[in-house]
């Protein structure tokens, strides 16, 4: 990894990733996610209100390195027709070596076509750190200021 950039392998699980579907990318020099593109049998799926479906991408990631995982987020322009992540986020841990698909989930009250290679989600690359778990008594430094004050203790506004 040098200056900001990873090597991550990928392989191609359909030939017509790269060829008439184009290959993930990053659309500009300060996007933080690559595209991912929708990738099936039809020209076309129509996802219904309220219904979900697991599209293809037609590619895997091997991210590799422990100390990194992908997550897949939804598309903004998607988002605000409706169409987001079923899982709301998804996370691809750095050894899963299988297809990326991706759960599309229509939320509005229109029927929403996607498009063979349309690109319907994105894919970032994080760093992760894994915790060592220290039971105690007593957390070190006493009660913070929010202690146990949970959902909407500070209040609205």
Not at 19 to 27: D, E, F, G, V
Not at 43 to 64: C, M, Q, R, S, W
């Amino acid at each position: 990894m040098t200056d900001s950039v990873m090597q991550i392998e990928y392989k191609i699980l359909d030939q017509r990733v790269g060829n008439t579907i184009p290959l993930p990318k990053y659309s500009t020099i300060g996007s933080a996610a690559m595209d991912l593109r929708a990738v099936f049998d039809e020209e076309y799926i129509d996802i219904k209100p309220n219904e979900t479906h697991l599209v293809g991408t037609g590619i895997a990631f091997y991210i590799a390195h422990p100390g990194f995982c992908g997550i897949i987020l939804p598309r903004s322009g998607l988002g605000n027709k409706g169409i987001v992540l079923g899982n709301l986020v998804g996370l691809i841990d750095s050894d899963y070596q299988g297809e990326l698909k991706v759960s599309l989930w229509n939320r509005s009250q229109e029927t929403h076509r996607i498009q063979l290679g349309e690109r319907v989600a994105q894919f970032l690359i994080m760093p992760t750190f894994h915790a060592k778990l220290l039971p105690v008594e007593q957390f070190s430094g006493g009660a913070s200021e929010r202690g146990e004050g949970g959902f909407g203790h500070t209040g609205r506004g």
